[in-house]
Nanobody
Framework: QVQLVESGGGLVQAGGSLRLSCAAS????????MGWLRQAPGKEREFVAGILYSGGSTYYADSVKGRFTISRDNAKNTMYLQMNSLKPEDTAVYYC????????????????WGQGTQVTVSS
């Protein structure tokens, strides 16, 4: 059974940092795009960052470029999102997603999803 499990969310002051983790199990994601999406209260889910699990190519939403860094550790089957210079508008539930097609990760229709982790940034 495929599982994506996020961790690392929490409460942080504006300007602070958090690192999210997404542990994958149940299959090999070597040819999958993986990504982070977020959903704030009353808003639609939006793409944050993506990475080809084996190739290392990365993609970012304009709103997080220069502040967030996506990476992965294939030996641990884990993907990370390092979030620096956090802003109150980054407050959301962050979801890990995986799919063989990048477009599906970008638009939020990926085949595999984690349960989400809450990130709250106070001003």
């Amino acid at each position: 059974q495929v599982q994506l499990v996020e961790s690392g969310g929490g409460l942080v002051q504006a300007g602070g940092s958090l690192r999210l983790s997404c542990a994958a199990s149940g299959r090999t994601f070597s040819n999958y795009y993986m990504g982070w999406l977020r959903q704030a209260p009353g808003k639609e889910r939006e793409f944050v960052a993506g990475i080809l699990y084996s190739g290392g190519s990365t993609y970012y939403a304009d709103s997080v470029k220069g502040r967030f860094t996506i990476s992965r550790d294939n030996a641990k089957n884990t993907m990370y999102l390092q979030m620096n210079s956090l802003k109150p508008e980054d407050t959301a539930v962050y979801y890990c997603a995986a799919d063989q097609r990048l477009q599906r990760v970008l638009v939020g229709t990926a085949g595999y999803w984690g349960q989400g982790t809450q990130v709250t940034v106070s001003s």
